[in-house]
């Protein structure tokens, strides 16, 4: 597709759960972040990668959660044990790389720990 | 501590009138400020951006202003029209990089 396609788009898990989410990026585009966006707020930075690595990680709030991206294409967000307070909606994005390039959205990926 | 802020969560306006939403920032770090469209289960949406060396960009009905001094920004839309009802964020970036902060938005609704 054309887009950034993130799946599934609702996922739900029980408490304690490890859960993956995926997203595909813009062919093309060597940067990739993954953002929380919690109910009434405005999306959190988790982690930004640069091709295959994480350039940045600060985002991620703790060691429950990792991600990789190991061909510098799809993506994956992986949260263990996972806790009612990690219900969000996870977002992917991509973009070319350097300044003043435009982020490109997923749908996102809403996820539900019952 | 929220380094972006959006302190109105809800603006309503008649169509054809302007609509304003605002933004404060507290980081002085920041150079590089965007506004965000959300329409609902759908990703955010670019709109417009401003970096810091300017106070104002135009895009058709969108215009963005910078107040640097006040760490202040604001989105002009006029004349507004009822496919712009959606939620809009302020984000910034203190290296023109896609690593943004964003405010927790504003919800504007566009009577006909």
């Known amino acids: 597709g054309a887009g950034v396609s993130q799946t599934p788009s609702n996922k739900v898990t029980e408490k304690g759960k490890y859960v993956e989410l995926r997203c595909d990026p813009i062919s093309g585009h060597t940067a990739l972040y993954w953002y929380r966006q919690s109910l009434g707020q405005g999306p959190e930075f988790l982690i930004y990668?640069?091709?295959?690595?994480?350039?940045?990680d600060s985002g991620l709030p703790n060691d429950r959660f990792f991600a990789v991206r190991p061909e510098g294409s799809v993506s994956t967000l992986k949260i263990q044990r996972t806790e009612r307070g990690d219900s969000a909606v996870y977002l992917c994005?991509?973009?070319?790389?350097?300044?003043?390039?435009?982020?490109?959205f997923g749908q996102g990926t809403r996820l539900t720990v019952v | 501590d929220q380094q972006v802020k959006q302190n109105s969560p809800s603006l309503s306006v008649q169509e054809g009138r302007i609509s304003i939403l605002n933004c404060d920032y507290t980081n002085s770090m920041f150079d590089y400020f965007l506004w965000y469209k959300k329409y609902p289960a759908e990703g955010p949406t670019f709109l417009i951006s401003?970096?810091?060396?300017?106070d104002k960009n135009e895009d058709g009905r969108f215009t963005v202003f910078l107040n640097k001094s006040a760490k202040h920004l604001s989105l002009h839309i006029v004349p507004s029209q009822p496919g712009d009802s959606a939620v809009y964020f302020c984000a910034a970036s203190p290296n023109a990089g896609n690593m943004l902060t964003f405010g927790g938005g504003t919800r504007l609704m566009v009577k006909p």
């Open positions: 994005a991509s973009s070319l790389e350097g300044a003043n390039t435009e982020a490109f």
């Open positions: 990668f640069q091709g295959t690595g994480a350039a940045d």
């Open positions: 401003i970096s810091s060396i300017k």
